[in-house]
């Protein structure tokens, strides 16, 4: 593909785990297989989930693990401007609106928003999130690997938070913005994320621009069945010991590694990975469990 640009977007709340190691290897093989570039951002959008330093430990791991960016990381905290700016055209426009339901208040009603403030023409941002307006719900998509995959219809036609009560930005809005600044062409990403994918398309409809391509990978799942996630606790990876990890990964990711590899360097490694990948060789279930 030509001018493939990819990236991989951790959110500086810890350490990567495993979990983030195959997210970020299928992103990086799928962008180099195809002669294109892989970015870095980070998206620090939620100081209160933050861990301190947790960014530049992102940063030095990747380093450690022989996954070196191209261009400047770019950090989503320094972007409010850009992101309130959206928000104010689609204020002006009506596209967008102030909306005072809580969580509480949803739930109570079924669990998903019913548009309770879309017709109220509330004016004060305060203690109220903004909501766009969803009038064509996307309720299905195209994953490389997975073709058609299908979205909750009651999730689907929900007018989706674009900036929380607490003044927060939203993911959906944040993400779509910066893929776009960036000129990303495809995001390649867990399977965890297929769900917010509709509203990402909305969200470039909106702004009369093509949605990329998706590629979502299998999760890595405990023992229990749960995503490794920072919220549950999955431990760290091994800074000064990648080399197990990084074969675990890959074939977690569906390659057949060959047996010389226990000696072969890591830039070795990676670079046999760039030039055997392939989207057919991914499992085709949505998880898997974590190898060790």
């Not at 430990?57 to 320094?78: F, P």
């Not at 009560?165 to 993400?175: E, K, P, S, T």
């Not at 917010?196 to 890595?220: D, F, K, S």
């Not at 990876?237 to 072969?264: E, H, N, R, Y």
């Amino acid at each position: 593909m030509p001018n493939y640009i990819g990236r991989f977007a951790p959110s500086p709340s810890g350490p990567l785990h495993f979990g983030s190691i195959v997210a970020a290897l299928g992103s990086y093989f799928q962008a180099k297989s195809q002669q294109g570039q892989w970015l870095v951002r980070m998206e620090d959008l939620d100081p209160p989930r933050e861990m301190q330093g947790a960014a530049t430990l992102i940063l030095k791991t990747l380093e450690a693990y022989g996954l070196h960016w191209d261009q400047d990381v770019i950090y989503q905290s320094q972007r409010h401007h850009y992101y309130q700016q959206q928000i104010d055209q689609w204020l002006d426009s009506g596209l967008a609106y102030y909306c005072q339901c809580t969580r509480k208040q949803i739930k109570q009603s079924g669990g998903f928003y019913q548009g309770h403030c879309r017709t109220l023409g509330l004016s004060s941002p305060n203690g109220c999130a903004i909501r766009l307006m969803v009038d064509e719900p996307i309720t299905q998509f195209h994953d490389q690997k997975h073709a058609t995959i299908q979205i909750q219809p009651d999730l689907a036609k929900e007018d989706f938070i674009i900036k929380r009560r607490d003044g927060l930005f939203a993911y959906n809005l944040a993400v779509v913005l910066d893929d776009i600044d960036q000129g990303i062409t495809e995001v390649v990403r867990g399977a965890d994320l297929i769900e917010p994918t509709g509203r990402q398309i909305n969200l470039y409809r909106y702004l009369n621009h093509a949605e990329v391509n998706y590629l979502h990978l299998p999760l890595a799942v405990n023992s229990h069945g749960n995503k490794l996630s920072k919220q549950n606790h999955a431990p760290a990876v091994d800074l000064d010991s990648p080399k197990p990890v990084i074969l675990f990964a890959m074939q977690f990711l569906g390659f057949t590694l060959p047996d010389d590899f226990q000696s072969a360097n890591i830039e070795h490694i990676l670079a046999w990975g760039c030039q055997h990948w392939h989207i057919n060789q991914l499992p085709n279930s949505l998880s898997a469990p974590c190898p060790f």
